[in-house]
């Protein structure tokens, strides 16, 4: 069976996986935001816990995807088999490029620009907000954009674990070696993973003060 | 003149190494004081222990009769104009938002802002139709200074903290600026302290001049006595102008 027949005998099914699919990037994303653009931040405030904390996100990303999945389903209340422990695996792959990007983006602000800010009487969280963050965007948005794509192609894997997403057609295809099948779950999964990078990059261009 | 700056045995160390030794110096409403000396004499230190981006090891710094210590630091520094050699514009934020800034955080009505932030283009020689709508990275180096100063002068502060704020800018352009920059203070009356390297431009500058070495004060007083002085470090210095 062809590609683009069987695409078009399971479009309904193949509609719900992708919008699975979305959910499960959108939601992993906006909590690896939650959590890495502050942890970000705290590390510029104590230059004590960079080395720890941004080798502790090295090390989960270099396990193994489907290993991490794996690891997570015995641990309680987290883990389990569906959506949920997904999420969590692809958060904590998020991790990594928004606490780094975070942290160089508010670190590489012209500390005279800081000296400035605090000189002229903005509170700390002015500074925050109307320097740091601000000239950091870009950096950050980069960051952004590397989870979101990384989530895209790793989201895949969550199939594995019963969460869902485009992965289910990708997995059934290897089991019944149909690579029409493989491609239903491949292609969606990969044009979303393009669109998601030209439109974060549009933003971050658009960020940009320095253009 | 009451002592609107007063140093009171002001001491600034890290980790045990002397920045600043015990400095005693007091600044009266309207002067013009340079603090003189080469780089790492603790004239820097001495600035940034005025508005509190550093606070003394021991002794104090009084503003206006209070220890930096007391003030609420945010209020103190509002009302502190601070121009710096690297000057920090903000890069992401145009000529008009720039010297705006403290009037905004200070919630001045829009239209003031405009106001203000015109008025004050105009008095460092910068058109607002021209300049209004720039980035810091379309001025020049000189251009870019001049938008320091309207922004220190914002809000109207009192007290004028300058950093060597035309060390980056060529030769010819930074006379320019002196001249200008003395006029300007000499007819808004502000309390400047104004620290530099240059003899040139602290006699240029000052109505009165204090001289720090390692972090001690050698010399202080007004331009003629700084003139006269038999102090042989200052007789030093005399001869390079």
């Known amino acids: ?211 | 003149m009451p002592d609107l700056i007063q140093f009171r045995e002001a001491a600034y160390r890290v980790n045990g190494r002397v920045l600043l030794g015990p400095l005693s110096l007091s600044v009266c409403q309207g002067d013009r004081v340079v603090l003189l000396g080469k780089s790492g004499a603790g004239k820097t230190t001495a600035l940034r222990l005025i508005n509190a981006l550093l606070l003394p090891s021991t002794g104090e710094v009084l503003v206006s009769g209070r220890s930096t210590r007391d003030w609420d630091r945010v209020r103190l520094r509002r009302s502190i104009g601070y121009v710096i050699q690297e000057i920090g514009l903000f890069p992401h934020l145009s000529v008009e938002r720039n010297v705006g800034l403290v009037p905004r955080l200070e919630r001045w009505p829009a239209a003031r802002v405009r106001e203000r932030v015109a008025e004050l283009l105009r008095l460092v020689g910068l058109p607002p139709g021209d300049f209004a709508r720039r980035l810091p990275h379309e001025l020049s180096g000189g251009q870019r200074q001049r938008v320091g100063v309207a922004r220190a002068l914002a809000a109207d502060p009192p007290i004028l903290l300058c950093d060597e704020p035309f060390g980056a800018v060529d030769p010819l352009a930074r006379q320019e600026l002196q001249v200008e920059f003395k006029t300007l203070a000499e007819r808004l009356g502000k309390t400047i302290v104004f620290v530099t390297h240059d003899v040139r431009e602290a006699v240029a500058l000052a109505s009165r001049i204090a001289l720090l070495d390692q972090g001690r004060l050698v010399f202080a007083g007004t331009v003629e006595e700084f003139n006269l002085t038999p102090d042989p470090q200052v007789t030093a210095l005399r001869g390079l102008l």
């Open chain 1, 1 to 211: 069976m062809s590609f683009f027949r069987y695409v078009l005998l399971n479009r309904a099914e193949l509609l719900t996986s992708t919008v699975e699919h979305i959910g499960l990037v959108a939601v992993s994303s906006g909590l690896a935001i939650l959590i890495g653009v502050p942890a970000g931040i705290l590390l510029t405030r104590n230059p004590r816990l960079r080395a720890p904390v941004l080798g502790l996100a090295n090390v989960v990303q270099t396990i193994p995807s489907l290993a991490l999945f794996g690891f997570l389903i015995p641990i309680p209340f987290i883990g389990g088999i569906g959506a949920r422990t997904a999420i969590i695996a692809l958060v904590l792959y998020g991790m990594l490029p928004l606490i780094r990007n975070t942290y160089t983006g508010i670190a590489s602000v012209d500390p005279a620009v800081r000296e400035a800010a605090r000189g002229m009487g903005m509170t700390d969280a002015q500074v925050l907000w109307i320097v740091e963050l601000r000239l950091a965007a870009p950096v950050i948005l980069a960051g952004i954009r590397i989870a979101v794509v990384l989530g895209v192609g790793i989201g895949t894997i969550a199939a594995a674990i019963g969460g869902g997403g485009l992965g289910e057609f990708i997995f059934r295809g290897v089991a019944m070696v149909n690579s029409a099948v493989i491609l239903a779950g491949a292609v969606p999964a990969a044009l979303l993973a393009l669109i998601a990078d030209g439109g974060l990059h549009l933003l971050e261009r658009r960020l940009d003060w320095r253009r």
